[in-house]
């Protein structure tokens, strides 16, 4: 059974940094795509940026490039997953998800499996 655990979150000033990680085992043997996604009081759950299973591509929402890097590592059937969030804004603040999937895209349903979440808040 996949479950992505997340950490990292926590309340920060604006213009603050955040790590986010993420770790998920699975047996399978193509490595998975992993993505944050992101979801703030009263709006849909949105794409924030993935990392393909080889590490050799990422995808990163607009409001994302420049601010945040995703990153993995890849150890046996372990796989972690980073979201380094630099120069952070009020309007980053939401519940960052982490999620798991093979032949993925940008919309939630693509991802097979998902953290419980971890919140981010952003103070101005």
């Known amino acids: 059974q996949v479950q992505p655990v997340e950490s990292g979150g926590g309340l920060v000033q604006a213009g603050d940094s955040l790590r986010l990680s993420c770790a998920a085992s699975t047996r399978t043997y193509k490595r998975p795509d992993m993505a944050w996604f992101r979801q703030a009081p009263g709006k849909e759950r949105e794409f924030v940026a993935s990392v393909t299973g080889s590490g050799t591509s990422t995808s990163y929402t607009d409001s994302a490039k420049g601010r945040f890097t995703i990153s993995r590592e890849n150890a046996d059937a372990k796989n972690t997953v980073f979201l380094q969030m630099n120069s952070l804004k009020p309007e980053d603040t939401a519940v960052y998800y982490c999620?798991?999937?093979?032949?993925?895209?940008?919309?939630?349903?693509?991802?097979?499996?998902w953290g419980q979440g971890t919140q981010v808040t952003v103070s101005s």
């Open positions: 999620a798991v999937g093979w032949s993925t895209n940008s919309t939630p349903s693509t991802y097979s499996y």
